[in-house]
């Protein structure tokens, strides 16, 4: 039988094709196709379903296969070969990958860095990563959702026995919130109808800091001057001291002399106690005297406490006392007490530094000077404050208002870093609402960035006229 020519073009194509096929799969590759290569192995305790002919790629980037594996002492040498161009170097690092989440396993190996010298060929890679091997974090993944699972029941659990007390806790919570949304729309409402009195006032502390910038300086120095004179005043009297010290007790000697003549009777003094109706008629000249007294006197007396709620919730309670003989100064005692205890940082000697608190009572006691104008009264304090020395400056333009501002603490250190820090500036503004009411609100610590806060309270002050009522058993002209 003869064949065409088509036909034995076709069949000598058929031939070659199958010989190409079966040679790529027994081959697995067409030998004259293969680059070059090199090799090299990796020491594995697990190699995670690596398998011969397996990917491997440098950097991300495929470079050659898996070509077999050996059993060494429990552990899995991995042999492969990769293209001769591919430089590894001696920190090169080997690990298994994964293709996707359910992929293909393949030999990952990232080459390292020149500076450690070039890996010769048929060396071992000795640094090895841990393998990602998917079973194990669905292991894990399956351990934490149990675990999870366990907290969400015990936390059903425990708000299920804590129900009542959770919403008496929430009802609380909204009371306070609804009573301070009152207390800052009554605020809003005084700041906005004392607006303009505000602007004034800030304007004419301008004005008053100017001028005290001028002028405190020179007070200072006088002060430092009467100081010194002072000093040198005790120096020179210590000898005169003790003699007047020695006179006194002459003197108390006497006086109990005269005091035991008086219990017998004797002396004119000793005759009007004893004597009824002379005594009588003394006293009613005492009680006129008194009167008169009460009348001529200027002084008064001011009683108050107030609380203040700061940043963090934390507040203080201060108990005061304010006496002014007159119109041109007074004097102010308060005693402190607060929630926050006086911070202070205590140094080592290698450096390192302590923080500590102390809870106790602080005390301020400050002198102050009252300055009338056309514009309102300004008030300059000085003296103790909260224990430490401070100042204020204050400005009452009405009855009603008044602007104060505080500068006190110097030379703290900070309790986190124990660095210095600036003294505490305060800034506030105090109105009377009705009768001895007042509210306040200000900032607090306006030098410090981190500790820096606004603060508000409200308390009550006492003048003589109410003390008077206190003493007569009256009730209080309260709001």
Known sequence: MKFSTEAKVGLFVLIGAVSFALTILIFGEIPFFKPKTKKYSVLFTDVAGLSVGADVRVAGIKTGRV???????????????????????????????????????????????????????????????????????????????????????????????????????????????????ELTENINRLIVLNEKHINETAENINVLTASLKESLPELLEEMKEVSQELEAILKENRTNIAEFTKDLKEISDKINKIVTKIEKGEGFLGKIIHDEKMYENIQSGVSLFSEMGKTVTKTVFYIGMRGEVYKNWDGKGIFTVKVQPDDKKYYLVEIVGDSRGRVYVEELSNNEFIVRKQFAPEITLQYARIFGTDLGKFVVRGGLKESTGGFGFDYVPSGKIKLFSDVWDFGRRDPATGGEMNPNLQIGIRARVKGSLYLTVGGDELLNDYFRGAFVGAGLMFTDDDLKYMLGGLSLPLP
């Open 67 to 181: 070509t077999g594996f050996r059993i060494e002492e429990g552990k899995v040498r991995v042999f492969f070969e990769i293209r001769e161009d591919i430089p590894l170097y001696k920190n090169a690092t080997a690990s298994i990958g994964t293709l996707g989440f359910m992929g293909d396993k393949y030999l990952a190996i990232y080459p390292g860095t020149p500076d450690a010298g070039i890996l010769e060929e048929n060396a071992e890679i000795n640094r090895v990563t841990k393998i990602s091997d998917m079973d194990y974090l669905i292991r894990e993944l399956t351990i934490t959702s149990r675990n999870i699972s366990e907290l969400t029941k015990d936390l059903t659990e425990i708000i299920r026995e804590n129900k009542e007390n959770i919403n008496r806790i929430i009802e609380n919570l909204e009371s306070t919130l609804e009573t301070t949304k």
